[in-house]
């Protein structure tokens, strides 16, 4: 009994070490295996198999997108820079355990776009020097790290940020912020403002400026500028 129980075991946790296909969408890109070969660029239009281990950096040149063998992807922006830890999956159709994408955020800006966990479960982790994310399956998120922070977006499924201890768990667009040393902040909406003091709840000053122009007319007498309330509006 004991032999095909012990077989059976084995076939449920046994993992594959998979690769992945990093492009190039501007520019050129650098891509740096983990071992045995030295760092290769790679220009506009080029892909390159990776495996576990890799470094991709862009430049404030280059942009890059990852394909992972799952079909996730993480497009990174200018200037970023990814370590791709992980990439894992069960060896046989009984196995048990995820597919597995773990990567580490340097610096810059990723969206990441998670696939749907069809045949298996979907563990996709993201770590920077601040925080941890995990996000969920057939999502779209964007982190940005910068030295003093890290900011992580939902823009579509369930995140899980964690630093310090704590966790803050985001739904579809909300976000929160980790700073060096701190815990997640709480949930806010993935919107932003684009006006300062758009609303007018602060003083006319904070985040406006009154500018008159006299014109050609030979006018003396500058305008003035105030906030009224129409409606109970400002």
Do not use: C
């Given at each position: 009994v004991?032999?095909?129980?012990?077989?059976?075991?084995y076939r449920q946790?046994?993992?594959?070490?998979q690769?992945?296909?990093?492009e190039?969408?501007?520019?050129t890109?650098?891509?740096?295996?983990?071992?045995?070969?030295?760092?290769?660029?790679?220009?506009?239009?080029?892909?390159?198999?990776?495996?576990?281990?890799?470094?991709v950096r862009?430049d404030?040149s280059?942009?890059?997108?990852?394909?992972?063998?799952?079909?996730?992807?993480?497009?990174?922006?200018?200037?970023t820079?990814?370590?791709?830890?992980?990439?894992?999956?069960?060896?046989?159709?009984?196995?048990?355990?995820?597919?597995?994408i773990h990567?580490t955020?340097?610096?810059?800006?990723?969206?990441i776009g998670?696939?749907?966990?069809?045949?298996?479960?979907?563990?996709?982790?993201?770590?920077?020097?601040?925080?941890?994310?995990?996000?969920?399956?057939?999502?779209?998120?964007?982190?940005?790290?910068?030295?003093?922070?890290?900011?992580v977006?939902?823009?579509?499924?369930?995140?899980?940020?964690?630093a310090?201890?704590?966790?803050?768990?985001?739904?579809?667009?909300q976000r929160t912020?980790?700073?060096?040393?701190?815990?997640?902040?709480?949930?806010?909406a993935s919107?932003r403002?684009?006006?300062?003091?758009?609303?007018?709840?602060?003083?006319?000053?904070e985040?406006w400026?009154?500018?008159?122009d006299?014109?050609?007319?030979?006018?003396?007498v500058?305008?003035?500028a105030?906030?009224?309330?129409?409606?109970?509006?400002?």
């Amino acid at each position: 009994v004991g032999v095909p129980l012990g077989v059976r075991a084995y076939r449920q946790n046994a993992e594959r070490v998979q690769v992945s296909t990093v492009e190039s969408l501007t520019g050129t890109i650098v891509v740096e295996p983990a071992v045995g070969t030295a760092a290769v660029p790679l220009s506009k239009g080029n892909a390159l198999e990776i495996a576990e281990g890799t470094v991709v950096r862009a430049d404030e040149s280059s942009e890059a997108v990852i394909t992972f063998f799952d079909f996730s992807n993480a497009h990174l922006a200018r200037g970023t820079a990814v370590r791709v830890d992980r990439m894992r999956s069960p060896r046989y159709r009984s196995g048990v355990g995820p597919n597995t994408i773990h990567l580490t955020l340097l610096g810059g800006r990723a969206h990441i776009g998670t696939a749907l966990a069809l045949e298996f479960p979907l563990e996709f982790a993201v770590g920077t020097v601040h925080a941890e994310a995990a996000l969920s399956a057939d999502g779209s998120y964007i982190l940005e790290v910068t030295n003093e922070r890290t900011e992580v977006t939902a823009n579509r499924g369930e995140a899980a940020v964690s630093a310090q201890g704590q966790v803050v768990r985001l739904a579809s667009r909300q976000r929160t912020l980790v700073t060096v040393g701190g815990t997640p902040q709480a949930p806010t909406a993935s919107a932003r403002d684009l006006l300062a003091n758009g609303n007018f709840d602060a003083p006319l000053e904070e985040g406006w400026s009154v500018y008159n122009d006299q014109g050609t007319d030979g006018g003396q007498v500058d305008g003035t500028a105030a906030v009224v309330i129409d409606e109970g509006r400002r």
